[in-house]
C-alpha cells in the first residue's frame, strides 16, 4: 500500500508538469538504506498518483519494479522494470527528503534555507554581484542568497553535473521576475548558448528552486 503522501503538480514556466512530493523524514537512524528506501518510496508515490490508470497506478506498487541508479556525477535516473524512466530529482534539508519526476530530459530541484547563508558565509565566492544586487533588490536581504542557492543547484542538477568543474559563479542569475506562485528566473550558465529557466518559490524557511530541460544537454 502506498503511503498516501502529498504530491503537487507545478507547471515550470516552460510548460511541462512537474510532480513534485512534499519533504518527508526518514526514520531517524535508519541511515543511508533508509533513504534509499525513502526515495523509492516516494517516487512509487509520483508514479501512482501520476499513473494512467488505476491497474497502472497500483502496479508501481510491486516490489522491485523500481530501481535509482547514479551516474559518476552522481545524477540519479530511475528504471521501471529495467528500463529507463522519466527523469528525477532529489534534495535533502533539515533531515527532510522531497522528490520530483518530469517526463524531461534533465530535471533538478533544491531546497536552500536562508540559515545557511547567515554569518560569515563567503557570498563573494558562490555569488557574482550582479546577481546579488538582484536578488537583494527583488527578496531582500535576509531570503537573497537562499534564492541564488536554490536556483544554481536546480540548474547544476538538471544538466548533471552538479558542481563538478562548475564554479558557482559560473552559473548567474540574470533575472528574475514574479509569477502569481513564484518567482520565474533566467540563468546563465558558461559555455551555454541560450539562458535557463528556473523557477523558484518561498517556504517556511527557505527557497524551493526546480529546473526542467527539454533538450539533450
Ligand atoms: C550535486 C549537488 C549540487 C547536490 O547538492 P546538495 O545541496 O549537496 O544536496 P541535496 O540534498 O540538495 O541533493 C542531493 C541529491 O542530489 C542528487 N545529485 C547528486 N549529484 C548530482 C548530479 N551531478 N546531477 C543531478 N543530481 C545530483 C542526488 O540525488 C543526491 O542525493 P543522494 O545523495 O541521495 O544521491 C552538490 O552536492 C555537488 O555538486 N557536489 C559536488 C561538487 C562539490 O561539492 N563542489 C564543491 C564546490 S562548490
Redesign the pocket.
Known amino acids: 500500500m502506498i503511503a498516501p503522501w502529498v504530491v503537487e503538480t507545478v507547471v515550470h514556466p516552460a510548460g511541462c508538469p512537474i510532480h513534485v512530493t512534499g519533504a518527508e523524514s526518514a526514520r531517524p537512524g535508519g541511515g543511508r538504506g533508509a533513504?534509499d528506501r525513502l526515495?523509492l518510496r516516494l517516487l512509487e508515490s509520483l508514479l501512482s498518483a501520476t499513473g494512467h490508470d488505476a491497474a497502472d497506478r497500483e502496479s508501481m506498487t510491486r516490489p522491485g519494479r523500481l530501481a535509482v541508479t547514479?551516474?559518476r556525477?552522481?545524477?540519479?535516473a530511475l528504471l521501471v522494470d529495467g528500463r529507463a524512466g522519466p527523469a528525477v530529482?532529489?534534495?535533502?534539508?533539515g533531515g527532510l527528503l522531497r522528490a520530483a519526476l518530469a517526463h524531461v530530459h534533465g530535471l533538478?530541484i533544491?531546497?536552500a534555507d536562508d540559515a545557511e547563508f547567515a554569518g560569515d558565509y563567503p557570498r563573494h565566492r558562490a555569488f557574482g554581484p550582479a546577481e546579488l544586487a538582484l536578488a537583494l533588490a527583488g527578496v531582500g536581504g535576509g531570503m537573497a542568497a537562499a534564492l541564488l542557492w536554490a536556483v544554481k543547484?536546480s540548474v547544476?542538477?538538471?544538466?548533471?553535473?552538479?558542481?563538478?568543474g562548475v564554479?558557482?559563479r559560473a552559473v548567474a542569475v540574470g533575472s528574475i521576475a514574479p509569477r502569481h506562485d513564484g518567482l520565474v528566473c533566467g540563468v546563465r550558465v558558461d559555455g551555454r548558448a541560450g539562458p535557463i529557466v528556473a523557477w523558484a518559490r518561498r517556504e517556511p524557511s527557505g527557497w524551493f528552486a526546480l529546473t526542467a530541460l527539454d533538450e539533450v544537454s
Do not use: C, I, N, Y
Not at 89 to 93: A, E, H, L, Q, Y
Not at 157 to 164: D, E, Q, R, T
Open positions: 533513504d526515495e547514479h551516474d556525477m552522481g545524477r540519479p530529482s532529489f534534495t535533502r534539508s533538478g533544491d531546497l543547484e547544476v542538477k538538471a544538466l548533471g553535473s552538479g558542481f563538478h564554479e558557482p
